[in-house]
């Protein structure tokens, strides 16, 4: 499965030329609904050459630009391996494409930019995470995504606690600490001694420094899984300022992918919630100020100079026209024309382009559209 994250972003935003082709196409796992997505790719790949020749393409030139997108409509186990969506974007010299966990409507666009506005949703999730997950037998490392989680622990990463605490064996660890038979695990909560303390204080300081190599985005989160009295520890042995206060508690070992998958996307729910409820209190709170732009026309123009901070469109929604930026006009029909675009997206790409956010309107907004400007 090709899976986006956030930093495909970037890639898709940095290709601008003389043809760019993007493709959402709605897909299903399994049963006969699953070889929809390739019929619907199909009709629309027919649509997309009608179209390429009407801008003058040569016949071999469609065939060269479209066979990568064509190869998926032959290959029918494929279409038995999706997600909820399937998003496609050519261009002269680049073929990508995404599997997306979100629903997206059929659309295709032939433009000298990619259409991204679709993306929004998976652009201010949290797809990615880090997972320390530390038992009395191992640590292990996971990489949560939307789509799954991946144990990445590498071959020379610090997993054996036993030593660092000074013992082969758990057993040896009770043994000089007075356990007896039955008796499993760590010390109890508030149990530990300050020996043992210093020894997981410095253990889990290696883990902090290994995972350096790991994490190359400092953006994402890192979540801690084991007992309870062992997280105060490590959140002081760790340097990163991405650990969530909270946890996932218990014995990792006991633990599923799928239940880890879970629990991860519960912590991080609030987390992301809090991010859209801040963006959207910032909006509210400057309504009547000159700083809030509702008009899409006005948007699309501030959005090309720069001036959009925060940015809000509707859902699944199109409006069509024509942007002239040397009179600073926009033309808004209310059916395509030939050489349209969509005045949402052109919106969308320029204010990320130019370092600005864009949300999705809550159901309850009745503007078409709603921006922060810098100033």
């Not at 997505?37 to 801008?55: A, Q, T, V, Y």
């Amino acid at each position: 499965m090709r899976r986006f994250l956030k930093n495909d972003l970037t890639n898709l935003l940095s290709h601008e030329s003389e043809l760019c082709i993007s493709i959402f196409v709605p897909t299903q796992k399994v049963g006969n609904e699953a070889q929809q997505g390739r019929i619907r790719l199909k009709n629309m790949l027919e649509d997309i050459s009608h179209e390429l020749k009407k801008k003058n393409y040569k016949s071999e030139k469609i065939q060269e630009i479209l066979k990568p997108a064509k190869d998926f409509v032959d290959d029918i186990p494929f279409w038995s391996h999706q997600s909820k969506s399937l998003a496609i974007f050519i261009s002269l010299d680049d073929f990508f494409y995404y599997q997306l966990p979100i629903d997206v409507d059929e659309m295709m666009m032939i433009n000298h930019r990619f259409y991204i506005k679709p993306l929004i949703r998976m652009m201010n999730a949290i797809d990615q995470a880090y997972v320390i997950g530390v038992s009395q037998k191992d640590v292990k490392v996971f990489h949560w995504m939307t789509y799954g989680i991946e144990d990445i622990t590498p071959d020379d990463f610090p997993t054996n606690i036993w030593d660092e605490l000074g013992y082969d064996t758990p057993e040896r660890h009770l043994q000089n600490n007075g356990g007896t038979k039955g008796v499993k695990g760590f010390h109890g909560h508030g149990g530990i001694e300050e020996k043992e303390r210093a020894n997981l204080f410095q253990f889990f300081r290696k883990i902090d420094h290994s995972m350096n190599e790991i994490m190359q985005d400092q953006g994402i989160p890192l979540i801690f899984m084991g007992v309870q009295y062992l997280f105060p520890i490590y959140k002081e042995a760790n340097t990163k300022n991405n650990l969530l206060d909270d946890f996932i508690e218990g014995n990792p070992d006991e633990f599923t992918h799928d239940f880890i998958h879970k629990k991860v996307e519960e912590l991080l729910t609030p987390y992301f919630e809090e991010r859209l409820q801040k963006a959207y209190q910032k909006f509210n709170a400057n309504q009547s100020s000159d700083k809030i732009l509702t008009e899409l026309k006005e948007i699309a123009v501030a959005s090309y100079f720069k001036k959009i901070d925060q940015l809000f469109i509707p859902k699944k929604k199109v409006r069509w026209g024509k942007v002239n930026i040397t009179d600073t006009e926009v033309d808004i029909h209310f059916e395509h024309q030939d050489a349209d675009e969509d005045i949402y997206d052109f919106a969308v790409y320029h204010t990320l382009i130019n370092g600005g956010q864009v949300f999705e309107l809550q159901a309850s907004d009745v503007i078409e559209a709603g921006a922060v400007v810098r100033f």
